[in-house]
Every structure is written in structure tokens, then in C-alpha cells.
């Protein structure tokens, strides 16, 4: 790959890794319209489900249905489903609702710490220097963002901050039950069909058409932002990045959504942050900085 096609696929992750950070922001102002979690994720994941497939549809054609000929496919699939996408997308929601999208998004960004550590505790993978630094570095990180520096008050409500740290489980089992068929199959077509049937399960739940809350012009564009800006358009884009950057450099630019969502929710929501809370978040974005570049 030359410079000049590596800087193009730079262009267009970060491109992507921004629409995360806006649509987080985005979602902290719909968590705030009493929009109840299930309602919400209903429209999300039904619409961005339906899109997803229309587009797989027009690139590969019938193909699109080949994942359902291998019954171990639709297994790994279903699982990626609910305990990868369907708990993310709650558990990130409620702890927006619950605290705010910064704090969230921080809490999520773990994810690929999580990993690690599931790593070494299930599979008994050997832990490297980058590992440690970069958990002693994320842990004292997290302890600044969530406290300011005060250890007997937190800056953000206790039921936020376990749900944010539940948000980087379930983010972490999003990015590892969806590899065994990402390997066989198109990764649109995986996560089109894994939204269809978040959509559907959703839909059980609580029908998008039952007990409609009020709704005003605001939130129908939030939440067209959130499913177009949010789900569509940055995935495609970041597949598009690939074509251009290996993924190694790709992966590390996850760090300017974070960012985002913590510049605009300073400009547009109003939220206040000290500098050890700013300091704290930070600490976590190099943490994972580290933990992505050495340990690859």
C-alpha cells in the first residue's frame, strides 16, 4: 500500500469514527425526550436492518441468503445478535439515559481491554507488556474521568457507570462473535442480518407501532440521524477505509469518537467537565492507543 492510499483510507476512517462520535451525542438528546430504551432500539435497528439489506441486496444479489444455508453460521449469527449487537445497543442507551454520552463512550471505548482479558481468563492467552500498561493506565484513567479526582463522589450516577462498564462487555462480544462468519461472508450482509433480527426481537418486546410516545420533528431527525450516521453510512464508509489502510491502522482511529462525543457534548448539550475528568478520558484513549498499536 502506497502513502498516498494509506492517507486516503485514514481520511475515510476517521470520517466514520466522527459519525460515531456525533450520533453518540445525538443519542443523548433522544435518551433525554422519556423515549423509552426498547422503543428506540425498535426504530434503530428495524430501520437500519432493512436499509442494510437492500444495499447487501444491490451489491451481491441473492447471495445475501447464503448465510442461512449453514445452520453453525445462523448460530454464531443469532449469537452476535443478541449478545453482541442487541445488549450493546441497550446497555450503551441506558447508560447515556442514565449519565451522559461522554462518560458512556469512554466506558465502551474499553472494549478491546476487555478482550485482553477475557482472553487471558478463558482462553489462557499469554499477557504482554502492552497489556499491563495498558490496563494500569485505563484503570487510573477511568478513576479520574468518573470521580474528578474525588473519591467520594462520582460524576456520573452509579447505575451509569455500570451500565457503561457493561457496555464495553457487550461491545467486546460484539467485535468477537461476528469474526468465525465475517471470515465466510460479506461483513454488510452479517450485520445487516444481525440488525433485522435485533429489529424483530426488539419488535416482540415492544412494537415501534404500540404505545408511540410522543413525537416531534426533532426527534424523528435525531433519530433518522442516529440510524442513517450512526449505523449506516460510518459502516459502510469504514469498509470502504479498508480498501485503502490495513485494518491495524484503521482500528486505532476508533479514538476520535470519543473525542467527538466529548467536544460536542461540551458545545451543544451544555455538559461541564474539569480538566481531571478531560485528563481521565485521555489517559483511557491512550491506554487503548497502546494496547492496539504494540500489542499488534
Known sequence: MTKSRIKTGIFWALIASAMWGISGTVLQFVSHQALPATWVLSVRTSGAGLILIVVSFIRYGTKIFDIFKSWRAVGWLFAYAIFGLMANLFTFYMSVQKGNASA??????????????????????????????????????????????????????????????????????????????????PPMIVLGWALVIAGVLFNIYHPFWVNVPPIHTSTIVAILTIILIGTILPFLILLHSLNFAPSSVVSILDAVQPVVTFVLSILFLGLKFNWVECLGSVLVIIAIFILQRYRR
Open 104 to 185: 458512556a463512550t469512554i466506558l465502551q471505548y474499553l472494549s478491546p481491554l476487555f478482550i485482553v482479558i477475557g482472553g487471558a481468563l478463558f482462553f489462557h492467552q499469554k499477557l504482554v507488556s502492552a497489556d499491563v500498561i495498558s490496563f494500569i493506565v485505563a484503570l487510573v484513567g477511568v478513576f479520574l474521568a468518573i470521580t474528578r479526582g474525588n473519591i467520594h463522589e462520582l460524576a456520573i450516577p452509579t447505575n451509569a457507570l455500570i451500565w457503561g462498564i457493561l457496555s464495553g462487555i457487550t461491545a467486546a462480544f460484539y467485535v468477537v462473535l461476528p469474526t468465525p462468519i465475517n471470515r465466510e461472508y
